[in-house]
């Protein structure tokens, strides 16, 4: 079975600070994604990472920054959190046939 | 750039009735794919079924079909004799390929499937 995991399943961090959000995969898979999940929004891509050190914007980046020092690991990272990034931060890894998901964080910035 | 539209924000159904639920976008691609993912409450995202754009014939697995219309661009999903287990969130998703590996998803804003005793 593809494991992803991520690092908390709640979090709670202030306003300004620095967030990490870790995901780690088993599949060895190249491809790895960061989603916002929102109600009423569904899944709007943040980054994605095609290769170890290799990232790309999605559809909503600005306020957040990615790393991929390892092919099975790939940070999503809130430099100053502020409260309109409180959300469920979801991570995924696949190819063409299916993406595998973690179990989502929840975050929320006070 | 692709959209994707889930018209129906809430469904609900009885237990062993059949529901279908809608989904339509937009894509000047030719090589795609379309998905349905399931995300029960407060449990991880799943696949449920994927349609290959090139493959007419529509996609089955068990008693999930999807109805495929490639020229109106519509892809909705039929759940035949509907299990309390199917409630959940459901998305429509579109990931183009033209020969790149990206495989990035764009989903829809979902529907939550409400199956009742």
């Known amino acids: 079975d593809v494991k992803v995991t991520q690092s908390s399943r709640y979090l709670v961090k202030r306003t300004g600070e620095k967030v990490f959000l870790e995901c780690v995969q088993d599949?060895?898979?190249?491809?790895m994604f960061w989603y916002r999940q929102d109600p009423g929004l569904g899944l709007r891509l943040i980054y994605f990472?095609?290769?170890?050190?290799?990232?790309e914007k999605g559809d909503i980046p600005e306020g957040y920054s990615v790393s991929r020092e390892k092919k099975e690991r790939f940070s999503l990272i809130l430099e100053s959190a502020s409260t309109n990034q409180t959300s469920m931060y979801l991570c995924?890894?696949?190819?063409?046939?299916?993406?595998?998901f973690g179990p989502g964080t929840r975050l929320t910035v006070t | 750039a692709q959209t994707v539209t889930q018209s129906q924000p809430e469904m609900s159904v009885q237990e062993a009735e059949t529901v279908t639920l809608s989904c339509t976008y937009d894509?000047?691609?030719?090589?795609?794919?379309l998905f349905w993912y399931k995300q029960p409450p407060s449990r991880q995202m799943i696949l449920v079924i994927r349609q290959e754009a090139y493959k007419q014939q529509n996609a089955t697995e068990n008693r999930f079909s999807v109805n495929f219309q490639k020229a109106a661009k519509s892809f909705s999903l039929k759940i035949s004799d509907s299990q309390l287990g199917d409630t959940a969130m459901y998305f429509c998703a579109f990931m183009g390929y033209s020969g790149g590996s990206n495989y990035k998803l764009t989903f829809g804003k979902g529907t939550l499937l409400t199956v009742n005793p």
């Open positions: 894509t000047s691609e030719n090589n795609y794919y």
């Open positions: 995924a890894t696949g190819d063409r046939y299916e993406q595998y």
């Open positions: 599949m060895d898979h190249e491809n």
């Open positions: 990472s095609y290769d170890v050190k290799m990232k």
